[in-house]
């Protein structure tokens, strides 16, 4: 298929505006650019023939199931775009809330993002909440620079941060980036940490923890509190990864595990959608000990209205305004929907439909750990790879049958990981088919050697040469 | 399996001495995790390395590894055919895939590393 | 409420399968000491009911008044086949593409998109995008301490957006970096400048780049995208990473985001570029397709030793920008570049009774001495029906009668001449 600059024609004109109707200036000839930009010349409907058939290049989660352990590919509702795209928001420039003169103009943003802080509280126990976090590394980032601040606020000289070695990679980046040096503490045979081998790595250089729960392995980690005590007697404090949250609500909170700051994933765990990779949104929760450096300026309540405030020790912006609105709103509207009984729910069907994937699947391919699952299951092909088809090539293969592939090869402590998160939006015929497909998939590498090693087939590229790619370094037309 | 004329890392660089100065490369094992190498980040002539800091980085499409300087001193030459051909690493890894030659500061710290024969016991574990 | 389609016969047949009596036991592993304490949540809503919550809600702000504020984001058009395309949902609701097979439409949009960047800008790589422009002055600065290794000061030229330069202070608060301000490139690991500053003013900084090669400082320019359809861009400047705000391409103000952070830079610093990339390859039948590359710089590969821990971008918005760019097109973008210079020009015209503050050009945003304070007159100027613009005090920048004002493609030359009227009345009176 060809680019977009390929279908250009000299003189083609897409859109175009009103005569002008005021005098033409032109800029002084010493700030003018050389040449106009060559952008593509192309007609409106030359870009709308384009765009549409490049989109059926894609697999979107409206069109295939996507079972991605750690994604949380759960179904998008259109309800959600509508009141993103209310012109009352869309169209509210920021700046109105630069100057109290024109706070009146946003009063109803104002009031959104309030709302939605305070629920997104109560879902996870923790005191107040910032929408400012761009994406969930983002959060981590803003809360890696909370731990930093209250630190620096005691006086406190402490350089680590620890995270387990099944831990996400944004985590130990987001430490680095912070200025933290990360140490690993190492998941047991049974894929949670245990509080011994936590106990190795803690002393008083560590200003923090962080952690998900349940964890990358899909389980619960059973020493969570007795961890949160530990560091808090070593003044450290507890960061929680908000990736997982979508197994334990209305079950548990971190707030009440002892965490101290959390980032939500909303493009997760309250159905944003993932769009080709972004926009997310990594809103923080923030526990009493890190309040005061909570980032400012933040929409508080009066009697009568709205206002912003920073608090004296806030680290300050981590965003120009208050982070990805859009996604705020979006969230909200999800969380309005499905309120108490339905955010439960959410989290009870998608720790089922995991394991009931895991109870379909665990005679077709070794189970990465003998622990419950909750939402997501997770299994190492070894065996598989051993007849010459690894996890690339089982992960390919669903591709053919019109599924997305689980997560492969993450987290990094399971060889030839296959990590199965279907969420709780699909149906149980989605489910088996999708079963059957990975048990005829089991079949088939079983009878016969390096089976799949050309998949996908029927998709309109095979298999690309990522080598090649980064060799010619070939990244703009 | 590995040429005995060198010494060998923990973290799977190779060193080999030549009329007073050391060559430094990585071994097929580290060559081989990586997969077929796509870039690689040389030091310059000139600077001066202490014994384990990062010399050099390795990059293949799956991962990424630096390289420590195996003693301590300075850069004397670098094998700038590796920005063309990152390959050679791959295909030629104790010969043609060399990454740079230093003198050495200290020539004590050599015998801390491992010969031939330790280094493929250590790799052999490596694989489980 | 909710979207879980299973039904209760199912859920009792997965049950039984799993070899469990109820839902609760898969809950096990939790100790019943750290069950919920506290579950505040309102009652779910129908489908209906929310969006009249939320539409109530949105209809406390006011969007009627004619928009003449900037501030680094602007009211530009937004053609209709941009919000028709991407709501696609092939395009919207699909994944990273890190399974390249089945992503092609991302993969070659993103590469589309790369494009356009380095056409726009002059630059020779681009990133599949940041966040948005004040993350992007923190990642601009990181990457040149990471190319430029032996250094850590950044220095801030007067131009740079305020909000940019909290956010960079903010983010290296726990670092070993000196932020200072000025243009001096000595020691420095980069000079960064705005172009058009935040007050509007726009100039040449090709000096002042030739004088941060002459000190081995990477010279950075942030850029306004919808200006570049005139503008001599950063590669002409000598800009060795070029970054913006992409808001101003097709994306709606939103109250702030989501938006979309531009970063590019030249082929000797692309190892060190943050963010995704996307490249052209080969399939095993020789057909042309499309990557993610140098992925060894990520997080999820180089973990803490990654060029950043960005993640989740926003693959979306850089995707209306493609859109955009492509429906305006080479002629398209000079069009808008000159409306929005040309009828700021004739605003300013028609400010005699005012002192316009900039010392030189402007492109589309100027900063203007009102007789009057001007949050009394912005208040009077929405009863007139106009958003007149940002006071410069509230955001550090100005004196108290200083506005910074904005002018787009979009604006008439009956709201502007009723502009320059209203606020001529409003300010004398």
Redo the contacts between chains.
């Keep these: 298929?060809q680019?977009?600059?390929e279908k250009s024609r000299e003189g083609?004109?897409?859109?175009?505006?009103d005569a002008?109707?005021?005098?033409?200036?032109?800029?002084?000839d010493?700030?003018?650019?050389?040449s106009?930009?060559?952008?593509?010349?192309?007609s409106?409907f030359d870009?709308?023939r384009?765009?549409?058939e490049?989109?059926?290049?894609?697999?979107?989660?409206?069109?295939?199931f996507?079972p991605?352990g750690s994604?949380t590919?759960?179904?998008?509702?259109k309800?959600a775009?509508?009141?993103?795209a209310?012109?009352?928001?869309?169209?509210?420039?920021?700046?109105?809330?630069?100057?109290?003169?024109?706070w009146?103009?946003?009063?109803?943003?104002f009031?959104?993002i309030y709302?939605t802080e305070k629920?997104l509280a109560?879902?996870s126990?923790f005191k107040e909440v910032s929408l400012q976090p761009?994406?969930?590394?983002?959060g981590?980032?803003a809360g890696?620079?909370l731990i930093?601040?209250y630190h620096?606020d005691k006086g406190n000289k402490k350089t680590k941060i620890v995270v387990p070695d099944s831990a996400?990679?944004?985590n130990?980046?987001?430490?680095?980036?912070?200025?933290?040096d990360?140490v690993e503490v190492p998941s047991d045979a049974d894929g949670t940490i245990h509080i011994e081998a936590f106990k190795e790595v803690m002393d008083d250089d560590v200003a923090g923890i962080m952690l998900t729960c349940p964890n990358t392995h899909g389980?619960?980690e059973?020493d969570?509190?007795a961890i949160a005590d530990i560091a808090h007697q070593y003044d450290a404090l507890l960061y929680y990864d908000g990736a997982n949250l979508n197994a334990?609500m209305?079950?548990?909170?971190p707030g009440?595990?002892g965490f101290d700051v959390m980032h939500y994933n909303l493009?997760k765990t309250f159905?944003t959608?993932?769009?080709?990779?972004?926009?997310?949104s990594?809103a923080i929760g923030v526990g009493e000990r890190l309040l005061p450096y909570i980032?400012g300026p933040r929409v508080v309540k009066t009697d009568t209205e709205f206002e912003l405030s920073t608090p004296e020790k806030s680290?300050?912006?981590?965003?120009?305004?208050?982070?990805?609105?859009?996604?705020a709103?979006r969230a909200?509207?999800y969380?309005?929907?499905?309120?108490?009984?339905?955010?439960?729910?959410?989290s009870?069907?998608a720790?089922?439909?995991a394991?009931?994937i895991?109870?379909?699947l665990k005679h077709a391919y070794k189970s990465a750990f003998d622990?419950?699952f909750?939402h997501e299951c997770i299994f190492n092909a070894t065996p598989q790879a051993a007849k010459g088809a690894r996890a690339l090539d089982i992960?390919?293969a669903l591709?053919d049958y019109g599924y997305?592939?689980p997560t492969v090869y993450?987290p990094l402590t399971v060889p030839e990981s296959i990590m199965i998160e279907p969420t709780?939006?699909?149906?149980?015929e989605t489910i088996d088919g999708f079963c059957d497909a990975m048990i005829e998939i089991a079949e088939k590498i079983e009878a016969e050697d390096n089976a799949f090693s050309?998949a996908?087939t029927t998709?309109?590229?095979?298999?690309?040469?990522?080598?090649?790619?980064?060799?010619?370094?070939?990244?703009?037309? | 399996m590995f040429p005995t004329d060198a010494k060998y890392t923990k973290d799977h660089e190779w060193i080999r001495e030549e009329d007073g100065s050391y060559i430094v490369g990585i071994t097929s094992f580290a060559a081989e995790q990586l997969g077929d190498i796509t870039y690689v980040e040389v030091p310059e002539v000139g600077d001066e390395f202490s014994i384990t800091n990062e010399v050099a980085t390795v990059e293949s499409v799956k991962a990424a590894s630096d390289i420590y300087a195996p003693i301590s001193g300075s850069i004397i030459e670098v094998n700038y055919a590796l920005e063309d051909q990152p390959e050679l690493v791959n295909e030629n890894p104790f010969t043609g895939g060399w990454f740079f030659k230093m003198s050495a500061s200290n020539v004590e710290e050599l015998s801390a590393l491992m010969d031939a024969n330790s280094y493929e016991s250590y790799v052999q574990e490596q694989d489980h | 409420m909710s979207w879980t389609p299973t039904t209760d016969i199912e859920r009792q047949e997965m049950l039984d399968i799993i070899g469990v009596s109820s839902i609760d036991d898969l809950f096990s592993s939790i100790p019943n000491e750290l069950r919920l304490k506290s579950w505040d949540i309102p009652e779910g809503l129908s489908e209906m009911s929310t969006l009249s919550t939320i539409d109530k809600m949105s209809r406390k702000n006011s969007v009627d008044t004619v928009n003449f504020m900037g501030g680094g984001y602007y009211d530009h058009y937004i053609p209709a086949a941009v919000n028709a395309l991407s709501s696609r949902s092939e395009f919207y609701t699909a994944y990273t593409p890190y399974q390249p097979e089945c992503a092609q439409g991302t993969l070659q949009s993103i590469y589309e998109y790369q494009s356009a960047i380095c056409r726009l800008t002059g630059m020779e790589f681009s990133n599949a995008s940041l966040y948005e422009g004040g993350t992007a002055v923190f990642e601009a600065a990181t990457m040149s301490i990471r190319i430029n290794r032996k250094r850590n000061k950044i220095v801030c030229h007067s131009s740079m957006n305020p909000n940019y330069r909290a956010i960079l202070e903010s983010h290296t608060a726990n670092l070993d970096v000196e932020i200072v301000d000025g243009d001096d490139p000595g020691n420095a690991a980069c000079v960064i400048v705005q172009n058009p500053a935040f007050d509007g003013t726009i100039q040449d900084f090709t000096e002042l780049g030739n004088a941060c090669k002459e000190a081995g400082a990477l010279f950075v320019v942030s850029f306004y995208p919808i200006s570049l359809g005139l503008m001599k861009t950063p590669g002409e400047m000598g800009a060795d990473i070029a970054i913006a705000e992409g808001q101003s391409l097709g994306i709606p103000l939103s109250f702030g985001g989501p938006y979309l952070g531009i970063l590019a830079t030249l082929k000797k610093h692309v190892r060190k570029m943050p963010g995704r990339i996307c490249g052209e390859t080969v399939d095993t039948e020789g057909k042309r397709g499309f990557v993610l590359t140098l992925q060894a710089r990520e997080q999820h590969i180089r973990r803490g030793k990654a060029m950043s821990n960005i993640c989740s971008n926003q693959a979306l918005c850089a995707l209306r920008a493609l859109i955009f760019l492509s429906l305006m097109g080479k002629e398209g973008l000079v069009e808008i570049a000159t409306h929005c210079h040309s009828k700021t020009e004739y605003l300013k015209s028609k400010l005699s009774f005012a002192t316009i503050l900039n010392e030189g050009n402007t492109f589309n945003e100027f900063s203007v001495r009102l007789p009057k304070d001007a949050r009394e007159v912005l208040k009077a100027m929405v009863k007139e029906g106009f958003n007149a613009g940002i006071p410069l005090v509230d955001i550090g920048r100005g004196d108290a009668n200083d506005l910074l004002i904005a002018v787009t493609e979009k604006r008439t030359r009956e709201e502007l001449d009723a502009f320059a009227s209203a606020l001529e009345n409003v300010s004398c009176s």
């Design positions: 298929m680019l977009i600059y083609r004109r897409g859109i175009t505006l002008l109707d005021v005098p033409q200036v032109d800029l002084p010493s700030l003018q650019r050389e106009s930009a060559a952008l593509p010349e192309v409106e870009v709308v384009h765009f549409t490049l989109s059926t290049r894609n697999f979107g989660l409206d069109q295939h996507y991605l994604c590919m759960k179904y998008n509702p309800i775009e509508v009141v993103a209310l012109p009352g928001y869309a169209n509210n420039h920021p700046h109105t809330s630069t100057s109290t003169a024109t009146e103009q946003c009063q109803g943003s009031e959104l709302e629920l109560e879902i126990g761009i994406a969930g590394a983002h981590e980032l890696t620079l930093a601040a620096r996400h990679g944004t130990p980046a987001s430490a680095a980036i912070a200025g933290y990360v389980l619960f059973s969570v509190k334990i209305g079950e548990c909170r009440d595990l493009h159905a959608p993932h769009g080709m990779g972004g926009p997310g990594g980032p680290i300050g912006r981590m965003a120009p305004f208050f982070g990805n609105f859009g996604m709103v909200l509207a969380i309005l929907h499905l309120g108490n009984e339905g955010l439960k729910e959410a009870h069907i720790v089922l439909n394991n009931y895991h109870a379909r622990n419950q909750m992960a390919k591709l997305h592939a993450f709780e939006t699909e149906s149980k050309d996908p998709l309109s590229v095979g298999r690309l040469d990522e080598v090649l790619a980064a060799k010619q370094l070939n990244c703009s037309y």
